[in-house]
Nanobody
Framework: QVHLVESGGGLVQAGGSLRLSCVAS????????MGWYRQAPGKQRQLVAD???????NYADSLKGRFTISRDNAKNTVYLQMNSLKPEDTAVYYC?????????WGQGTQVTVSS
C-alpha cells in the first residue's frame, strides 16, 4: 500500500504561480513513476506530467514550458511548479504513483486560477 498526500493548491490570479507537492509513504518500490494529473469539471482526468525515479520526464504537450515536474527520491516527494497560470488550468490536481505492480492516487488538491 502506498499513501499519497498532496499540498500546495489554492486560488491564484492569472499569470501567477503555484507549487504542488506530493509525499509518498508506505511500500514504495525503488523503480517507480510519480506524476500529476488534472481533472476539470465535466472533463476526463488528463496527464500533466510524470517523472521516473531515474529522472526522465514526460509532459502534456500543451503544458511544456509553463509547468516543471521534479522529485526528491530521498524524501519520496514529487513537485509540480506551475508558472504563468491561466484560468483554463483550473482543476483538481491528482498525484499518482505507479510501479511494476501498483497504481495509487492521492486525494487531489484544488487549483483555481481567477481571470
Amino acid at each position: 500500500q502506498v499513501h499519497l498526500v498532496e499540498s500546495g493548491g489554492g486560488l491564484v490570479q492569472a499569470g501567477g504561480s503555484l507549487r504542488l507537492s506530493c509525499v509518498a509513504s508506505g511500500s514504495i518500490f525503488s523503480i517507480n513513476v510519480m506524476g500529476w494529473y488534472r481533472q476539470a469539471p465535466g472533463k476526463q482526468r488528463q496527464l500533466v506530467a510524470d517523472i521516473r525515479s531515474g529522472g526522465s520526464t514526460n509532459y502534456a504537450d500543451s503544458l511544456k514550458g509553463r509547468f516543471t515536474i521534479s522529485r526528491d527520491n530521498a524524501k519520496n516527494t514529487v513537485y509540480l511548479q506551475m508558472n504563468s497560470l491561466k484560468p483554463e488550468d483550473t482543476a483538481v490536481y491528482y498525484c499518482n504513483y505507479r510501479d511494476w505492480s501498483s497504481n495509487y492516487w492521492g486525494q487531489g488538491t484544488q487549483v483555481t486560477v481567477s481571470s
